[in-house]
């Protein structure tokens, strides 16, 4: 089924083997300094052996006071060649070609990460970021024109094959682009001509410094849905201008920090949702067109690229899910590819919080050579307690490490709490993630006993070397009047459909599960409260996921009372108390308790000292979310 993907294609000078591209993606692996670190260097050298044909690394800053995290990765001076030559020799070595992107952050930075005030066009503020540049100066423009020409330079000799210059996502280019960020009335604003003074000025330094042969890919965002912002016909008139200025490809995204979840669309958008983005500006230009955007399918890729809507298919966080997705796609192994599942928690999560990227699915994502699975130097008897994400993730290294691997799951169906949390609206791709470990522990041959909790006496009689412990959490039950009422139930037990809600629910608690559980009912036609004792709902979302989750439950007239403690649970509702009021919310059919869970860990306590190692993993050690579980068990499976 796969004919177009592995077909060869010309960026200018550059040949790309086939048609998969790892996108530009923050993942805070680089010195301070700007440097390339070994950590940085594996990453990229992982997708290498992966077998995709083009890479493109991220965000190299032209300047120091460009960067809009602090450990991207820089080419504002010679020192900086030395470490990301190393990067491209070892990339080289499997056939992929690797580019580097270029960039500029302009408003989108802050004082806090370079030390100074940022600079754009104009001195308007970030939506997000809320810190008030300063405007540059016609000579400063200049300057920074000269930068993108000499990190581009500096790339050609570090061994790039090319450059991407980063004119999407609201950076400087892009705000230089955009009514929605330049209210300049010099020859750069205005016109759409003069907006684009600077980054035809910027393709054009390139060009002289780095000559005719040096491939130049633009990244563009399509539409940055945005009030006064570029739309697609924008676009289409831009990239007609680009191509007339000599770019050779150009990479079709969408989206600024105001609105984040078009660069980093969560599990809520649907896959491929920006492709027609790619089509429209392919019917304008005669260059390759780079389509991306929650393309995490193989299949999916192959029918864009057959279909004639883009040339390339960036699959970004795909690539973090699963580096070899390339190989396993031409070997026909689709079964053996760990999917994306758009959680968004380990990516987008953490390096907005300026910390390191890790995948949730992918535990050796940014870890490679460090947590790499090695045959055990004895092969012991390991048993494993409770068959959720985290302890399947350690059966899975355990077994592919050659131990005797026993997994007990006191229920009839693996997956755990991380199956209830896939059954909200816009999650059921985590089951995508579930069945790729079932599959895994089943072609691995791991012994998995559905229905049998681990006990002592199963202990006695097997006598293992090791013992993991991922027996998960359980719901809390606060301590208030009335909760022992037939009225009163759990989350998860509304979700997997245990127990019957009536057609009016009052939610006690407005985190996470309490949300989307709200979700889950709206969807179902119930009508739904909502009580929170924080000052908003679904506080531990991230951002993207977030903005989607709210929407949904404003479209679905979810009822939400914030600032409120429930002090009294009654037989038809329950009595909060909020700002010193105490108001009575009466006639529901069910009050669910949503207010997180605790650690179910007593069976650690039972099997202490009952085998010569006994590791806690996840929610069983400490209630927290998929992606430390799932981590955790993965690093236990390696501990033995």
Not at 51 to 79: H, M, Q, S
Not at 146 to 170: M, N, P, Q, S, W
Not at 506 to 518: N, P, Y
Request: hydrophobic share 40%.
């Amino acid at each position: 089924m796969i004919k177009q993907l592995f077909q060869p294609i010309r960026i200018g000078t550059m040949e790309v083997p086939n048609r998969f591209v790892v996108p530009a993606m923050v993942m805070n692996y680089c010195n301070e300094d700007g440097t390339a670190t070994e950590r940085f260097i594996r990453y990229h050298e992982e997708k290498a052996k992966g077998g995709w044909g083009l890479i493109i690394t991220e965000d190299y800053a032209v300047v120091p006071e460009g960067k809009g995290f602090v450990r991207i990765p820089g080419l504002w001076n010679d020192d900086q060649i030395l470490s990301h030559a190393e990067l491209t020799k070892r990339v080289h070595k499997y056939g992929s070609k690797i580019v580097a992107q270029i960039y500029h952050a302009g408003r989108q930075t802050s004082r806090q990460i370079i030390g100074t005030t940022p600079k754009a066009p104009s001195a308007i503020p970030c939506p997000v970021l809320q810190e008030v540049p300063e405007e540059l100066t016609v000579d400063e423009i200049k300057d920074i024109v000269e930068k993108f020409g000499d990190t581009a330079y500096r790339a050609k000799l570090a061994g790039f094959d090319g450059v991407e210059i980063h004119g999407a996502h609201g950076y400087l280019i892009a705000q230089f682009m955009s009514n929605y960020s330049n209210r300049r009335t010099d020859q750069y604003g205005g016109s759409l001509q003069n907006r684009l003074r600077f980054p035809l000025e910027i393709i054009a330094n390139i060009r002289k410094k780095t000559g005719p042969n040096f491939p130049i890919i633009f990244r563009i965002s399509a539409d940055e849905f945005v009030r006064g912002g570029r739309t697609v016909e924008d676009t289409k008139a831009i990239a007609m201008i680009l191509e007339e200025a000599g770019i050779n490809a150009i990479h079709v995204s969408a989206g600024v920090y105001g609105t984040a979840y078009a660069i980093v669309p969560p599990s809520a958008i649907p896959h491929g949702w920006i492709v027609n983005f790619a089509e429209e500006v392919k019917k304008v230009v005669s260059i390759p067109v780079i389509t991306v955007g929650r393309i995490n399918d193989p299949l999916v890729a192959e029918g864009i690229i057959a279909s004639g809507k883009a040339d390339l298919v960036a699959c970004g966080r795909a690539s973090l899910a699963d580096p070899a997705l390339p190989s396993k796609t031409a070997a026909g192994e689709f079964d053996e590819i760990i999917p994306c599942i758009g959680c968004v928690q380990g990516c987008l999560g953490r390096i907005f919080a300026q910390k390191d990227a890790w995948c949730l699915v992918n535990p050796r994502t940014g870890k490679e050579g460090e947590l790499d699975i090695k045959p055990a130097d004895k092969v012991k008897k390991v048993l494993i307690a409770g068959g959720g994400c985290a302890g399947m993730e350690a059966a899975i290294v355990a077994k592919e490490r050659g131990h005797d691997v026993h997994l007990y799951e006191k229920t009839a169906k693996l997956g755990g709490q991380y199956y209830t949390a896939a059954i909200p609206p816009g999650k059921g791709e985590i089951y995508q993630f579930l069945i790729w470990q079932m599959n895994r522990m089943n072609k691995l041959g791991v012994k998995v006993h559905l229905n049998q909790p681990l006990t002592e006496e199963i202990v006695a009689e097997e006598k293992p070397d090791a013992i993991i412990i991922a027996t998960g959490g359980k719901p809390i039950m606060p301590d208030i009047p009335g909760i022992d009422k037939p009225i009163v139930t759990n989350a998860h037990d509304v979700l997997e459909e245990k127990v019957a809600t009536g057609p009016k629910v009052v939610i006690v608690g407005g985190g996470l599960i309490g949300s989307e559980t709200a979700n889950y009912l709206v969807h179902h036609g119930r009508a739904v409260t909502i009580v929170e004792q924080r000052h908003d709902i679904a506080l531990d979302e991230e951002d993207s996921v977030r903005y989607f989750l709210l929407k949904d439950l404003k479209e679905h007239d979810v009822n939400v009372h914030v600032n409120s403690k429930v002090v009294e649970i009654t037989d038809d509702g329950v009595v909060i108390e909020k700002n010193g009021e105490k108001i009575t919310l009466s006639g529901f059919d069910k009050v669910v308790m949503a207010v997180g869970v605790k650690p179910d860990n007593q069976l650690a306590e039972i099997l202490k000292g009952k085998a010569p190692e006994v590791i806690v993993v996840g929610d069983a050690k400490e209630a927290r979310k998929a992606l430390e579980a799932i981590q955790e068990g993965y690093e236990a499976g390696l501990q033995i």
